[in-house]
C-alpha cells in the first residue's frame, strides 16, 4: 500500500558532507518531534551524492528504526534526508499523511515487541510493511484525524493547566 525507504549518512570524516551544508539532515532521536518542522544538522550536495541519504518529501512518515528511539513516529513538514536508522513511508493517495502518521504512533508497542536486537530494539522496514493498517475513504480519515486533533488540543490545554498550577503550589510554598 505505501512505499518505504531509508535514509543515509555520509562520511562523517569527510568534513566536506557537512562543512557549510544547506540539506536538511535528521537524525532518528529528532522523529519523536510529532510534526517535524527543523533538523538539527545539514549536509552539503556532495554528502548527498556521495551517500545513500535521499530527500524525503514534505509529508512522509518516519518512523525510527533502532535504539532507543526504535517505533517514535514523525510527520515530516519540510523536505529533509535522514539517516538510515529512519524509515520513510512516502505519500500517496490512499492515505492522508495526518491519519497513517496518527496510526502508526499507536503502533510503536507493537513494533518495538516485533522487533530483534537485545538491548536495543532494531525494527527492519520489513516489519513495518508488513503492519495491517486499515484502509477508510479519504473522508472517513479526515474525520478521525479531525476529532484526535481536538482531542490532543485538551490534552495540551489540561497539560498547560497542570504546569501553571504547579507553578502557583511551588511559589506559595516558597513563601512559607
Not at 479526515?142 to 490532543?152: P, S, Y
Request: proline content about 5%; aromatic content about 6%; charged content about 25%.
Amino acid at each position: 500500500m505505501c512505499k518505504t525507504t531509508s535514509g543515509g549518512t555520509p562520511l562523517k570524516h569527510k568534513r566536506e558532507y557537512y562543512e557549510n551544508g544547506t540539506i536538511p539532515w535528521l537524525k532518528s532521536g529528532e522523529v519523536d518531534q510529532g510534526l517535524i518542522y527543523k533538523s538539527e544538522e545539514m549536509i552539503t550536495e556532495k554528502g548527498l551524492k556521495n551517500s545513500s541519504a535521499k530527500i524525503f518529501p514534505v509529508n512522509t512518515v518516519l518512523v525510527a528504526m533502532y535504539g532507543a528511539t526504535a517505533g517514535k513516529v514523525g510527520l515530516l513538514k519540510f523536505e529533509s534526508t535522514t539517516n538510515q536508522a529512519v524509515c520513510g513511508i512516502l505519500p500517496n493517495d490512499k492515505f492522508i499523511p495526518e491519519f497513517l502518521y496518527m496510526y502508526l504512533r499507536t503502533k510503536t508497542g507493537e513494533m518495538v515487541k516485533l522487533s530483534g536486537g537485545g538491548a536495543q530494539p532494531n525494527i527492519s522496514q520489513t516489519i513495518i510493511k508488513a503492519l495491517e493498517i486499515p484502509l477508510p475513504s479519504i473522508e472517513i480519515q479526515k474525520q478521525l484525524v479531525a476529532e484526535a486533533e481536538k482531542e490532543e488540543e485538551i490534552i495540551a490545554s489540561n497539560r498547560r493547566l497542570v504546569d501553571l498550577m504547579q507553578q502557583k503550589i511551588d511559589e506559595a510554598l516558597s513563601d512559607i
